[in-house]
Structures are given as structure tokens and as C-alpha cells.
């Protein structure tokens, strides 16, 4: 066990629905990201905050938005969903910005129908 | 795009055997590298990293192997076992980002 907690596990949603992702980061972690996974794409880099503020920034689109909240989980917003977005998103922790392992939690499965 | 990638998608190991996953990475700025595992329905495993100063770094059973000549890394595990089966990812953590190669997949052959 990572330590990093994710919900919902699963979640199945219509197109054009606006879903949020919820993470609990290992405890004493200050820097929260997020990764999506599919089959084609394999692991992309979405985002990444740390102790509240947004450090870095990947492949997200404009329809997703992050944020981390004071008592450092974070929640990742989902909106006008596409059967493309179908994936399994990856919150992962780590103790500083930089130069430290990620631990990341057993994802949420989104499927988009 | 990607700064590291693996050799191999697929990786078919008999139990007992020493297992080596071989990754390349492109950016020779990159001071960083971590191996993770990832099972089924899991997310991935942080297995073992090395820094850029260092050329090995050994764990329990594995073994980070870093060639900053030739833009090398890899991961060797000792005496495979069933449990090892798995997608082996190399990351490369760089201005913040970690960035995924596309994995070798391990099958450990009974």
C-alpha cells in the first residue's frame, strides 16, 4: 500500500458530463500529480501542485482543472467529457517538488459512454 | 515528447533467471531516474532511483545500472519469480515533470 488514496475507483459517465477525481496524498507529502493511462498513450503527465500551488503543468486539456486544497488532497475536474477520456487517472505524492520518488495510489477507472 | 523510452515492449524470463529491462533516455540534462513496476488493476510501484552521479544503485533482488555515455539505464532483477511479472516503467523526473517510457511487460515462465 502506497499510502496514497484514490475515489472514486471506478466511475462510468455520459459524454458531456463533468466528473471529479478525488486524492489523498501519503501523509507528510507535500506535492500531489496527476497522470492519465491508456492503452495508447500509455502514462501522461497532467499536472502537479505543490503545498497548494501549482509547480508544474503537462498534457492537460482546457476541459480539466486541478486543484489543491489546504489540507493537501487534491481533486482533479473532469468537464464536457469525451468517449476519449475513457482512461484510468493516477494521483501519485511525493515529500518535496522535485528529486523525490512518486507514490501513487491504484487509480480511478473512468469510462465515458 | 518523451524523454526516455524502453528497448523492448515484451519480456519473456524463465523462474530463476536474471531478468534486464534496458531503457534509453534522450535528455542529457536529466539528473533523476526511477523504476517502477506496475501489476494488474494496480498503480504503478516505485521499485528503485538513482541520481545522475552515481552509475549503480542496488536494492533487495534489483540492481539500477545508469550509462550517462550513452544515455543508458537499466534495471536487472535477480533470481525472477512469478510475483515479478509485471509492465516495468523507467521514468526520467525533470523540471518537476516525471516522464513514463512505454513500458516492458514481464512474463515469468514457470
Known amino acids: 500500500d502506497s499510502g496514497v488514496t484514490q475515489t472514486p475507483k471506478h466511475l462510468i459517465t455520459a459524454t458531456g458530463q463533468r466528473v471529479t477525481l478525488r486524492c489523498s496524498p501519503r501523509s507528510g507529502d507535500l506535492s500531489v500529480y496527476w497522470y492519465q493511462q491508456s492503452l495508447d498513450q500509455g502514462l501522461q503527465f497532467l499536472i502537479q501542485?505543490?503545498?497548494?500551488?501549482?509547480?508544474a503543468k503537462g498534457n492537460i486539456l482546457e476541459r480539466f482543472s486541478a486543484q489543491q486544497f489546504p489540507d493537501l488532497h487534491s481533486e482533479l475536474n473532469l468537464s464536457s467529457l469525451e468517449l476519449g477520456d475513457s482512461a484510468l487517472y493516477f494521483c501519485?505524492?511525493?515529500?518535496?517538488?522535485?528529486?523525490?520518488?512518486?507514490?501513487f495510489g491504484n487509480g480511478t477507472r473512468l469510462t465515458v459512454t | 515528447g518523451e524523454s526516455v523510452g524502453l528497448h523492448l515492449p515484451t519480456l519473456s524470463v524463465q523462474e530463476g533467471d536474471n531478468s534486464i529491462i534496458n531503457c534509453a533516455y534522450s535528455?542529457?540534462?536529466?539528473?533523476?531516474f526511477i523504476w517502477y513496476k506496475q501489476e494488474s488493476g494496480k498503480g504503478p510501484q516505485f521499485i528503485i532511483d538513482i541520481r545522475s552521479n552515481m552509475d549503480k544503485r542496488q536494492g533487495q533482488r534489483v540492481t539500477v545500472l545508469l550509462n550517462k555515455t550513452v544515455k543508458h539505464l537499466s534495471l536487472q532483477i535477480a533470481a525472477t519469480q512469478p510475483g515479478d511479472s509485471a509492465v516495468y516503467f523507467c521514468a526520467d523526473l525533470n523540471d518537476y515533470k516525471l516522464s513514463f517510457g512505454a513500458g516492458t511487460t514481464v512474463t515469468v515462465r514457470a
Open positions: 501542485y505543490y503545498n497548494g500551488e501549482e509547480r
Open positions: 501519485a505524492s511525493s515529500v518535496e517538488a522535485s528529486d523525490s520518488p512518486l507514490h
Open positions: 535528455n542529457s540534462a536529466s539528473d533523476y
